[in-house]
């Protein structure tokens, strides 16, 4: 038998072997398609019960933006072994698909003469595909099965799917390796290297007469490989498989929120026929589809302060919980939602209180963590915020402490009960402009309520400002006429606040002609920059961090002192994961001389919250450990006597964890290591 056997598995032409392998991929394929496409509409019709989110814009964005997600797989690579195993799965299936599809494919075009160098290549790509995702599931078995991370929850599913998905590799390695031993032919010393792992199964297989041949491998492969084969694809394209993860991960990143990281969307009183989510058909259609698109990983999970602190708040848990909700909603006949009663809860159950519990919806601090650590970019945040909107803007009974801040705000213009301080009392003896709309600067400094009315931070405040003046910097301050951002409305779920606080702020700074505007607190720098723009207020806006870098880069500020002290830095959430703003606040430390820097273990996109973002600044921690705390141990682990910051809630959480464990740590704020380095500390530069 020529070479050519191995392809064939016989002498007879090639068409009765192959002819009716290509007739039944025809046959299967738009069967296939057909299961997909009624999977599919299954689940686009419960997604369409959701309320109907913000137009599909920038189309070509998206594309390139969720082919470098799947293809590039860089969120799923960020954890190094799971990142692997889930590698060598995907892009073992993307060969192995590759490899039959081009066989198929090239016996459809010319079926009389095989091309030999299609199907050589052809086989190794599948082999080696075949062999990637063995190793992967291999990987996958040892983790779900030995290993067993808490935040993985093992389901019939999983084992089926693995279990299926090995056997059928392996048949099909068994079935090639049959027609390799069947060929007869004197083996082609090139073989092993385009079968390497067919050709040496091959060596251990049986053969049957020429006669048995063509019959035999024909059934190897309907029975044992591509019947079950086909039985697999349509049960993971029926059914709720985990494997729909496929497809659905691919339209979740694809539809994901373009609008700016951590801006919240904005309620239009005028038009909104509800407030937040009380129910599961009150969150948007891609809030639903996100729910669908979890694949249980746990990343969120681990990554989430609350949780990792002992809180009833489980990220992973909490999405779950909703798509399970969510299920027992069906659309029937003649539209509209319908509660599916279980044995155990005849009525229907409410989503918050049921589904979500009080102590979960307020232990998020919308630090932002699930949604960075998210392979699939599932929103977690907008979809707690909803909630809470909903709690507070329909009259619900909220937390005590949520309550007296909101009405701080509402009476006050800012969430600090009892506070001696005044907006513009910080200023005196300084000589910095109050401005108006006869008096105007070129940059307004944005103070906030915790830099003005909080007494450690107005030596933050005070700080800064003396920086700008040695830089020389024509600044002012709105003073008395300053009133809060509106962040800890909106982010207990105050959203009305929030817009009255934004809109008054907003004519006040057009008032005064403001148009660059910096601020040492990100709450304030992500509502001035990236929320006002929804209400018509457009600024220049600049943390300051970033400013002092450029003034230490333009030689306007030259540090001379040396600080003999290690310093460890802490990245806000809001700064850091919310704003990408890393490197100016490690740039500033380099160049103070004789300061010493070290990183904590979890920084920058992975850095652990404070514990001071959600509005939970003014709300008490009773359950598990203190968030500041644990972060405070990971900063006291770098050996440094200072942890650094650029926050004025992260100082004030750091402050009360310090006080809490007597450590010997201190809580600066990178402005005042700054001023210490240049003399502006003592010194009046009037």
């Not at 909700?325 to 155990?344: A, I, Y």
């Not at 402490?401 to 701080?408: A, K, W």
């Amino acid at each position: 038998m020529s070479p050519e056997g191995f392809w064939t598995g016989q002498n007879a032409n090639i068409t009765e072997v192959f002819l009716p392998i290509v007739t039944a991929f025809l046959v299967l394929l738009p069967v296939l398609l057909a299961l997909f496409a009624l999977g599919l509409s299954r689940r686009y019709r419960l997604w369409r019960l959701g309320r109907p989110g913000p137009p599909l814009d920038r189309v070509w964005l998206r594309l390139t933006l969720a082919l470098a997600a799947v293809f590039g797989q860089r969120r799923v690579l960020r954890e190094l072994y799971p990142g692997l195993m889930h590698f060598l799965i995907f892009w073992g299936s993307l060969l192995l698909i590759l490899g039959k599809m081009t066989r198929v494919f090239s016996l459809a075009v010319e079926m009389t003469s095989p091309p030999r160098s299609i199907f050589l290549y052809a086989s190794w790509t599948s082999e080696i595909g075949g062999a990637m995702v063995i190793l992967g599931t291999g990987m996958a078995v040892y983790r779900r099965y030995i290993a067993r991370p808490s935040r993985l929850d093992t389901k019939p599913d999983d084992t089926l799917i693995l279990l299926w998905g090995f056997l059928l590799l392996l048949s099909g390695y068994w079935v090639k390796g049959y027609r390799i031993a069947a060929s007869g032919a004197g083996i082609p010393s090139d073989w092993m290297a385009w079968a390497p792992i067919s050709f040496p199964l091959s060596q251990l297989l049986l053969t049957f007469s020429d006669e048995a041949k063509s019959e035999l491998l024909l059934w190897h492969r309907t029975l044992i490989h591509a019947l079950p084969a086909f039985l697999f694809l349509a049960y993971f394209t029926l059914s709720r498989s985990r494997l729909q993860h496929i497809w659905l991960s691919v339209l979740n990143v694809f539809f994901r929120s373009l609008r700016t990281k951590g801006a919240l969307p904005l309620i239009d009183f005028e038009t909104a026929q509800t407030y937040g989510a009380g129910g599961i058909g009150d969150f948007q259609q891609k809030q639903l589809m996100d729910l669908d698109a979890c694949t249980r990983c746990g990343r969120c999970q681990d990554n989430c302060p609350a949780h990792l602190s002992g809180k009833s708040l489980s990220p992973k848990k909490m999405i779950q919980n909703l798509k399970a909700h969510m299920m027992e909603w069906s659309f029937p006949l003649f539209g509209g939602w319908r509660s599916v009663p279980t044995p155990s809860n005849p009525a229907p159950r409410q989503l918050l209180g049921d589904i979500v519990s009080r102590e979960e919806l307020w232990d998020c601090t919308t630090c932002g963590a699930c949604e960075e650590s998210c392979p699939v970019f599932v929103e977690q945040v907008d979809k707690n915020i909803d909630m809470r909107r909903h709690q507070v803007l329909t009259g619900q009974k909220l937390l005590d402490s949520v309550q007296n801040t909101l009405r701080n705000m509402e009476i006050r213009g800012n969430p600090w009960r009892g506070t001696e301080f005044t907006r513009d009392g910080w200023t005196k003896g300084l000589q910095i402009k109050n401005l108006s709309p006869s008096c105007q600067a070129e940059w307004l400094y944005w103070v906030g309520c915790t830099g003005s009315l909080v007494e450690r931070n107005i030596q933050v405040t005070i700080a800064l400002a003396r920086i700008m003046k040695a830089a020389g910097i024509d600044f002012g301050v709105l003073g008395a006429a300053e009133v809060c951002c509106g962040d800890p409305a909106r982010r207990v779920g105050h959203e009305l606040q929030f817009q009255l606080m934004a809109k008054q702020n907003i004519e006040t700074l057009k008032s005064c002609g403001v148009k660059k505007i910096i601020t040492h607190c990100p709450h304030c720098f992500e509502s001035l920059k990236n929320e006002y723009l929804q209400l018509g207020g457009e600024f220049e806006v600049f943390h300051h961090t970033e400013m002092i870098s450029r003034w230490l880069e333009e030689n306007k500020l030259t540090p001379s002192k040396a600080i003999d002290r290690a310093v460890t830095y802490h990245d806000s959430c809001y700064l850091g994961r919310y704003n990408a703003i890393y490197d100016p606040p490690r740039k500033i430390l380099k160049k103070i001389p004789g300061l010493k820097t070290a990183e904590m273990s979890s920084s920058r996109e992975g850095s652990f919250c404070c514990g001071g973002g959600g509005g939970h600044a003014w709300m008490e921690e009773n359950t598990g450990t203190r968030i500041n705390q644990m972060r405070l141990e990971q900063a006291t682990l770098t050996n440094a006597q200072v942890i650094g910051v650029a926050c004025p809630f992260c100082l004030q959480m750091f402050e009360d964890a310090i006080k809490g464990m007597e450590s010997p740590l201190q809580a600066k704020d990178v402005a005042e290591l700054v001023a210490e380095a240049i003399h502006v500390n003592e010194s009046k530069t009037d």
